[in-house]
């Protein structure tokens, strides 16, 4: 009989899905591989998103970085790690991770999120305390 493994927790979840994806619903089982676009690289060239086959790379509004054209994110709710856009990205800035790692990493390399998930100043510990 198949041993059914536990689904790891995304912990880079802030909250319900925002309005802007909410038709995109989130895939039916966690993948292999995550992608998760190292934003410090990120020329927002936009390549990726046109070789990506389920759609889940969105474009982060109101990014205030003028050298940049825009800022894009992975949605890791729908991504199905089929690495297409790690291959095709021009600056190689889309680093491939297990599900696992992917989940852990994913707020330090993701700056600026519009699917909600947290930032690297959502996670750095509060100087107050
Ligand atoms: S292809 Fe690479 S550099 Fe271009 S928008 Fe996507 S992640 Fe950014
Ligand atoms: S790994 Fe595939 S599904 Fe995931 S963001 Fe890249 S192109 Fe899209």
New binding site residues.
């Given amino acids: 009989m198949e041993s059914k493994q536990p689904m790891a927790e995304n912990t880079a979840r802030k909250g319900p899905r925002p309005s802007l994806i909410q038709s995109k619903p989130p895939r039916k089982r966690d993948p292999r591989l995550l992608a998760v ?1 190292d934003q410090h ?9 046109v070789f990506c086959p389920v759609d889940c ?1 969105e474009i982060v509004p109101n990014v205030p970085h003028a050298q940049f054209q ?1 800022v ?1 994110e992975v949605d890791i709710e729908r991504c199905i790690g089929c690495a297409l ?1 790690s291959k ?4 190689e ?2 680093p491939m991770f297990s599900y696992e790692e992917g989940i852990k990493q994913a707020p330090s390399l993701t700056m600026k999120s519009v699917c909600n998930q947290k930032t690297k100043e959502d996670t750095a510990p509060n100087p107050r305390f």
Avoid: D
């Avoid at 690289?41 to 936009?46: A, I, N, P």
């Avoid at 095709?88 to 600056?91: E, I």
């Fill in positions: 676009i690289g990120c020329t927002g060239c936009e390549a990726c998103i790379i825009q894009v856009c095709y990205c021009p600056w800035t889309i």
